[in-house]
């Protein structure tokens, strides 16, 4: 079974379906609230942003392999 939920354009993965935009809104919806999340308990900017960073990274990493193994360029 081919899914084809992503395009590639570069070196990102762009929405090509339904399924690949409801993928790409929940990344940003998990983003925006680790982002409030962190915020909310820290005591600096520089403290939000060195904690952010690393789940953002994770976050984009999972995103990355969902466009890897959806997209219609990946070979078989």
């Given amino acids: 079974m081919k899914l084809n939920w992503f395009k590639k354009a570069g070196i990102l993965y762009l929405p ?12 940003l919806v998990c983003a925006i ?8 308990l820290s005591h600096s900017v520089s403290d939000t942003l060195i904690n952010f960073v690393f789940r953002l990274l994770i976050i984009f990493a999972v995103y990355t ?3 890897y193994l959806t ?5 078989e």
Avoid: E, V
């Avoid at 090509?16 to 990344?27: E, K, R, V």
């Fill in 33 to 40: 609230y680790n982002f409030i999340a962190i915020d909310r």
């Fill in 16 to 27: 090509n379906s339904a399924m690949g935009w409801l993928i790409t809104f929940a990344c």
């Fill in 65 to 67: 392999l969902f466009g």
């Fill in 71 to 75: 997209s219609s360029d990946t070979k």
